[in-house]
């Protein structure tokens, strides 16, 4: 009698499943270089046996420094095959910023794409981790697929579980260092199941994946999902808006997902208006709500936008609305399948009913299972089984929700969250700096942009082209505030808490006034 397949069905099955079903369909196109779900399969099956047999297990993390590529998703599946946590890190941080993240996610190896070679290097030569160094590798075939350097703590190897962490992904909270999100094998497996029922799609469709791998969006907003269903997914590695608009056309592309600055660019493009997006079914937006008169643009290129709301710990998706004109502007939506959504009295933390504004707080399967080895942050963002998110909302009689404000301090500039307390950190190492505020303020293309306010030490001279040159050494460009004010106090309420809403008022009428300027 043959004898049940006792291989688990987590993540790492999709890829061998779809393979033993579609050996020959194109499973990725990477700038022009095709490969069919077949040889996807067999190179990360035969990366995650080298692993195995070089000693690494469930428990290990491994960590990445790369561009969106075909190798990048080989390693990723291969790890899942393994049991093994990947940890895609961010190719734009800086050498400093990177080495802390590093060495905070304690990897067992790092696998390094050449472009990046330099920044990986640089950022190991700074490591503070427990433990030695660990053993670096290149990327791909001639790399790590022919060599696995030894752990310098060996795992043994067993079958994968559903609750094996899956992806960490470093995010910007409220607080000053970026957290490890942990997503587990599960989490991910309910998250494209909730996309798949709410927003489907089929081995027909062509996957544009624009957006960097280090972010959740890029592994579980349509491209897992596609893999999962036998789709191609066209990788690309920088966003150049005439390159994607030419991309949509010439391969077809049905579904893509991006943040409101991205398609801004797009429909400010010269080759806008003779582009061809008639192949374009389903775009999907995220990171921000976009502004109605995007949504105006695209509807009338007869390739309306799917708005959507969610943010990493929930794994990512939390709400979406629909594309078919009966979207109200301005809102978000409605909770995909299987996620539970609560409003909450920002003050009594008391559940409200019908139609309310307050705290969102999301349940469900998909939800994360911690902060990388930080218990005290998972605490403060979980009560009684509910994800704080930190965003004030509006839910209507309907059940619709809109975003109203964010409890948290964070801004988004161009769909990457920016930590204030993380931006003030680095402003006031510098010597002359003697304390520093940043709050974000709207911006018509990156949709915020960091505003700084400064108290120089007693006595000091500075210029704003010294703390911007400071903040570029040791921030992500992203980061950098687009405008420095120099003040002699930070404001205080009563309870000497800093007062950024003033704050943001006077970054608001500072930011107006110099767009006035520029006019005139």
């Not at 030894?150 to 970026?178: K, M, N, Q, Y």
């Not at 007693?458 to 400071?470: I, Q, R």
Request: aromatic share 6%.
């Amino acid at each position: 009698m043959i004898e049940p397949h006792d291989e688990p069905h987590t993540i790492g099955r999709w890829l061998t499943d779809r393979a033993a079903q579609s050996p020959e369909r194109i499973a990725i196109d990477d700038r022009g270089v095709t490969i069919a779900y077949a040889e996807l399969a067999r190179r990360a099956e035969a990366l995650a046996e080298a692993l195995r047999d070089a000693g690494y297990g469930p428990g290990h993390r491994v960590a990445t420094v790369s561009g969106n590529s075909t190798d990048h998703v080989v390693a990723f599946f291969a790890c899942a095959l393994a049991g093994l946590a990947f940890v895609p890190l961010s190719w734009r941080l800086t050498p400093s910023e990177l080495s802390d993240v590093v060495s905070r996610c304690a990897p067992a190896l790092v696998l390094v794409e050449d472009e990046y070679s330099a920044l990986a290097a640089e950022a190991l030569r700074g490591w503070s981790g427990a433990g030695p160094v660990p053993p670096v590798a290149p990327l791909g075939t001639t790399g790590v697929e022919i060599a696995v350097p030894a752990p310098h703590e060996t795992r043994a190897a067993r079958l994968v579980r559903d609750d094996d962490p899956l992806l960490v992904i470093f995010t910007s909270g409220s607080e000053a260092a970026p957290k490890g999100v942990v997503l587990t094998h599960a989490n991910c497996f309910w998250n494209n199941l909730a996309l798949a029922r709410a927003l489907p799609l089929t081995h027909d469709d062509v996957v544009l994946a624009m957006l960097p791998q280090f972010h959740v969006a890029a592994w579980n907003c349509q491209p897992l999902l596609g893999w999962w269903t036998g789709a191609t997914v066209v990788l690309e590695r920088s966003f150049q808006p005439g390159r994607v608009l030419q991309l949509i056309g010439e391969r077809r592309v049905t579904a893509m997902m991006g943040v409101p600055t991205q398609y801004a660019l797009l429909a400010a493009d010269r080759d806008w208006e003779s582009s061809d997006l008639s192949s374009l079914r389903l775009a999907l937006v995220g990171g921000a709500t976009m502004p109605d008169a995007l949504q105006r643009t695209w509807t009338d290129r007869g390739a309306p936008l799917t708005q959507g709301y969610g943010l990493t710990e929930a794994g990512p998706n939390v709400l979406h609305a629909p594309s078919d004109g009966t979207a109200r502007p301005g809102t978000v939506g409605r909770p995909y399948p299987y996620v539970q959504t609560c409003v909450v009295d920002t003050e009594t933390l008391l559940p409200l009913d019908g139609d309310a504004t307050g705290e969102l707080w999301v349940a469900g399967p998909s939800v994360f299972a911690g902060y990388l080895g930080d218990a005290d942050a998972t605490h403060r963002a979980m009560r009684d089984g509910w994800l704080r998110t930190g965003d004030v909302v509006h839910r209507d009689e309907d059940g619709v929700f809109r975003i109203v404000d964010r409890l948290k301090d964070i801004f988004i500039s161009g769909g990457e969250n920016v930590a204030p307390a993380e931006v003030e950190a680095a402003l006031t190492r510098h010597p002359l700096i003697e304390s520093a505020a940043v709050v974000g303020v709207a911006d018509p293309v990156w949709g915020e942009r960091g505003v700084a306010f400064v108290v120089p030490t007693t006595g000091a001279v500075l210029s704003d082209d010294e703390v911007l040159a400071h903040a570029r050494r040791h921030l992500a460009a992203f980061k950098v505030p687009v405008r420095v004010e120099f003040v002699e106090a930070l404001p205080r309420s009563t309870i000497e808490k800093l007062a950024r809403a003033r704050l943001r008022e006077r970054a608001e009428r500072l930011m107006a006034g110099a767009e006035r300027r520029d006019r005139v």
